[in-house]
């Protein structure tokens, strides 16, 4: 049996299937050829991964990375960034499109899916602009994109200020069956704020941004999507007043999705507290109350995506002044355990972390994976539950260290990361992989 997988001995959560127990999983040819109760399949001549103790669930994909290829390959790389997300279990990732060039045309699309498709990793599925150059104020050529092989657009990094702009983006988006991801920010209201608005922010003399910056702005894009009928995904959601107006929304039937990062539902605004610039991130960390929030909207489904918004920057954009240093932090390889954290501490299960860092990605964007079903592409992650590790970030495999994670004991983590059939990462420990008799 050439190029043939079987796991055994763990419990298979795939919630698309409804199938949540032990169970083995064949793979054969780079798809799903079985899913059978133990001990029911021959592995034949196939590799055999004992995967006892683990989670077998389709791979992840994470829907909001920068992999800053072409134009910042000091950062990171698209290979660099592949490599990081194999690690952190993701079979997939959509990164966008503030490169440079900006991936506003089809000659940049085309130049990250080729280098993608040479490195034969995981997956990366390029997101077009939203407007020439991000500069929000001309469309960029949607159809010329979606042929290219975008799966979305966004001007993630800059919001689109323009209302009238932003609706007609919604609008050809529609047309082309893309949606539009907001970086939901009123700049004005915002006013150049370096961090949350609030006592932590007055204490430290550092300007502030309010709640209001987001909530107003998912507000405009709610009415505009309600408006057009267009397909609408809210990003890094981060308020407690954006998470109500998107439950709202929902309960009236808008065509809205929406995404948390790790880091909005693990830190607050006290990471800050003492000038640390690897807790300094657009939008800002908030309020334990804002945090609270977050979670139960990913209990609820209403943030119905986990995603890392995954932002390397070097050192020397980092280390200085608070003020002066660039916003993000880098997150493929520590969002799987942060989620997991959520299990025990937010009373959310593992079938809606599942659907959150898979399931629902795929269904968004409309690309493989998100199921476990015989026939579909053999994207899974194996993850160990109770494997402890620390977070060293001379190890992690982006090309950036710009984590506020750096030294945390961790539990969880992809031990097995197949992308088609294909194992892209293992574990370097607890080898479980042996040729079967």
């Not at 045309?105 to 997956?123: D, F, G, P, Y």
């Not at 003492?274 to 309020?287: E, H, I, Q, S, V």
Request: proline share 4%; hydrophobic share 45%.
């Amino acid at each position: 049996m050439s190029g043939a997988l079987l796991i055994t001995g763990g419990t298979v959560i795939d919630p698309a299937a409804g199938v949540h127990e032990r169970r083995d999983l064949l793979i054969r040819d780079g798809l799903v050829a079985a899913v059978a109760p133990p001990g029911d399949l021959d592995a034949g001549g196939a590799e055999e991964l004992d995967a006892a103790g683990c989670w077998i669930v389709p791979g992840l994909i994470d829907m909001h990375v920068h992999l800053r290829e072409p134009g910042y390959e000091y950062k990171e790389t698209i290979a660099s960034g592949a490599r990081a997300a194999a690690a952190g279990g993701f079979t997939a990732v959509a990164c966008m499109a503030n490169t440079n060039p900006v991936n506003d045309c089809a000659a940049v699309t085309q130049s990250i899916l080729e280098r993608a498709r040479a490195l034969n990793l995981v997956r990366v599925y390029p997101i077009g602009a939203v407007s020439v150059g991000l500069r929000g104020q001309q469309l960029a050529e949607i159809g010329e994109l979606r042929e290219a092989g975008v799966v979305a657009l966004s001007d993630d990094g800059q919001p689109v200020m323009d209302g009238s702009l932003m609706r007609r983006a919604l609008e050809y988006a529609s047309m082309f069956g893309l949606p539009v991801i907001a970086h939901a920010e009123d700049r004005n209201l915002a006013g150049g704020g370096v961090m949350n608005e609030g006592a932590v922010s007055l204490r430290l003399g550092l300007a502030g941004a309010p709640a209001a910056a987001e909530s107003a702005m998912v507000a405009r894009d709610l009415a505009l999507a309600e408006q057009t009928g267009g397909r609408l995904h809210v990003a890094h959601v981060s308020t407690a007043g954006a998470v109500e107006l998107i439950r709202a929304a929902k309960a009236r039937g808008i065509n809205v999705t929406a995404e948390a990062a790790p880091h909005h539902f693990t830190l607050t605004e006290a990471a800050v507290a003492d000038y640390n610039t690897n807790a300094k991130m657009n939008p800002p960390l908030r309020t334990e109350t804002d945090v609270a929030a977050v979670r139960e909207g990913i209990r609820d489904a209403t943030l119905e995506v986990i995603a890392t918004d995954h932002a390397p920057h070097h050192r020397d954009e980092k280390e200085c002044e608070f003020d002066a240093a660039l916003n993000g932090i880098i997150g493929l390889e520590t969002a799987l355990p942060l989620a997991l954290r959520l299990l025990g501490e937010a009373q959310v299960t593992i079938d809606t972390l599942v659907r959150a860092l898979s399931v629902n990605p795929a269904r968004i964007l409309a690309v493989a994976g998100g199921s476990l079903a015989v026939g579909q592409p053999a994207d899974v992650t194996v993850i160990d539950p109770k494997r402890r590790w620390r977070v060293e970030t001379d190890k992690l495999l982006s090309k950036s260290r710009n984590t506020p994670f750096g030294g945390w004991d961790m539990v969880g983590q992809a031990v097995a990361t197949i992308v088609g059939g294909r194992t892209v990462f293992r574990a370097a420990a607890n080898e479980r992989r042996k040729k079967s008799a």
